[in-house]
């Protein structure tokens, strides 16, 4: 199944398919950017989940209005906040797609074990340590035993 991976925002993706793309299907991974940011000693950190701020409603108004063509058969999402609000707004320019809360889209980022570590680039460990406790996905356990449970 091709993949395309963006951003929410304006300039969020380059849809591209081949001729065999249509009959395969698409998979859009979209993660909400804005959200309200508090000030930390080492400077603007997100909120865990304080939802979208203006910007990121706005980006995700973007985003529904860029996917009105692109046929869909669901939309699936996490019960955060940031998901939900974004999950509002999107559908609003594709009312016929059914929409879904589910768990195994929870916020997780993958990162290396102990053992693992020393495969990834040494300019990567700032930001894989700065990844908050509760998205942590040591090795991609989750994120692979997810992939196995999402719908066809």
Known sequence: MPVAAGRC???LLKISRSAGAARAGL???VRPLRRPSRRTGSGLRPRPDGGLS???REQADQLGRRLRTVPFSAIHHS???RAVQTADLVPRHLPQ???HDRDFVADRTPVPSAAERGRYPGRWYAWLDGVPDDERDEDAVALRAAARRAPA
Do not use: S, T
């Open 54 to 56: 203006q910007l990121g």
């Open 97 to 99: 797609v059914p929409r």
């Open 27 to 29: 998979l859009l991974l």
């Open 9 to 11: 925002c304006g300039r």
């Open 79 to 81: 019960p955060l906040a």
